[in-house]
């Protein structure tokens, strides 16, 4: 493993997480309706599942799902289910105000691990990445070094863009139009739910 294999490989991963789907829309809502520590904490658990993904794959998960497709589909029905039930509870508040309470760290946290959890296409694809980039025969340690990259690249670019995000303007303009973000965020998690759940 050289510079030229970590570089082709983060710039996978930024295309990966640029690209629209359940967590940047749950990161973006989380952020501009509950502010700047509540985005960061989402994003960080966002990040660590997907680097655990990363792990996984290397750990040999994706043969594991081959070789036992009853165990895939039972991880993509459950988080196909736990994509829609999110968006059934944006949909449902589209109207409300926003709550008085905190969203507690630790709540934003597990709510970002699960979404990423909730697809366990995550593996297979970079489980694909990991083979079409990196050599054979890697050690544990450059193993090691690639899942601490892969924490590191989705720490920094989803706390950038949480930071981006909660800006006093940005947030004002999303209490404005909450009520149709909210429906229109819902509506694409809840397709893309239905998408997970009808894939092969």
Request: hydrophobic share 60%; charged share 10%; proline share 4%.
């Amino acid at each position: 493993m050289d510079l030229a294999h970590v570089i082709a490989f983060n710039v996978t991963l930024l295309a990966a997480i640029a690209s629209p789907g359940p967590a940047m829309l749950y990161f973006i809502r989380n952020t501009l309706a509950h502010g700047r520590r509540v985005g960061l904490f989402t994003v960080w658990g966002l990040g660590t599942m997907a680097a655990t993904w990363t792990l996984l794959a290397l750990l040999g998960l994706d043969a594991v799902f081959r070789l036992v497709p009853w165990a895939y589909a039972a991880c993509k029905i459950a988080g196909a289910l736990y994509l829609m039930y999110i968006a059934w509870q944006t949909w449902r508040h589209a109207r409300d105000p926003l709550g008085e309470a905190p969203t507690p760290p630790a709540r934003a946290f597990m709510g970002g691990v699960l979404v990423n959890l909730s697809n366990p296409k995550s593996v297979l694809f970079a489980a694909a990445v990991l083979v079409v980039i990196f050599p054979v025969g890697m050690s544990v340690a450059e193993k090691g070094l690639i899942v601490l990259n892969h924490l590191m690249v989705e720490l920094l670019v989803g706390s950038t863009l949480v930071t981006l995000l909660s800006t006093r303007k940005v947030s004002a303009a999303y209490l404005r139009a909450k009520f149709v973000f909210d429906r229109i965020a819902a509506g694409v998690m809840g397709l893309l739910g239905l998408r997970l759940l009808l894939s092969r």
